[in-house]
């Protein structure tokens, strides 16, 4: 059974910097994509970013390119997303997700079988 843990969300203001974590276990870590979504109030879920197995391809949504930069250790099964420029639009829980199949890389949502439980993040203007 996979479990995924996000840490490092929190209050901060517009323009600060957060570095989210999320430490899984239950598969064979360095096998899978790696990803990161968001859920703003009332609003559904959204890509944020993804990591292939190895870590050489990354994928972000437009809004967050150039300022949010996702990472995996995969000695420590853990991965990343360091997130500067924060702006109050970047308010959302944040989710931390593993693909259900280790052939390929992807950035569907649908393809993300584990999530983890969230972690707030707040940023305020």
């Known amino acids: 059974q996979v479990q995924l843990v996000e840490s490092g969300g929190g209050l901060v203001q517009a323009g600060d910097s957060l570095r989210l974590s999320c430490a899984a276990s239950?598969?064979?870590?360095?096998?899978?994509?790696m990803g990161w979504f968001r859920q703003a109030p009332e609003k559904a879920r959204d890509f944020v970013a993804a990591?292939?197995?190895?870590?050489?391809?990354?994928y972000y949504a437009d809004s967050v390119k150039g300022r949010f930069t996702i990472s995996r250790a995969n000695a420590k099964n853990t991965v990343y997303l360091q997130m500067n420029s924060l702006k109050p639009e970047d308010t959302a829980v944040y989710f931390c997700a593993q693909a259900s199949s280790h052939d390929s890389f992807t950035v569907l949502s649908g393809d993300f079988d584990s999530w983890g439980q969230g972690t707030q993040v707040t940023v305020s203007s």
């Open positions: 990591i292939s197995q190895d870590g050489s391809s990354t």
């Open positions: 239950g598969r064979i870590f360095s096998r899978y994509t």
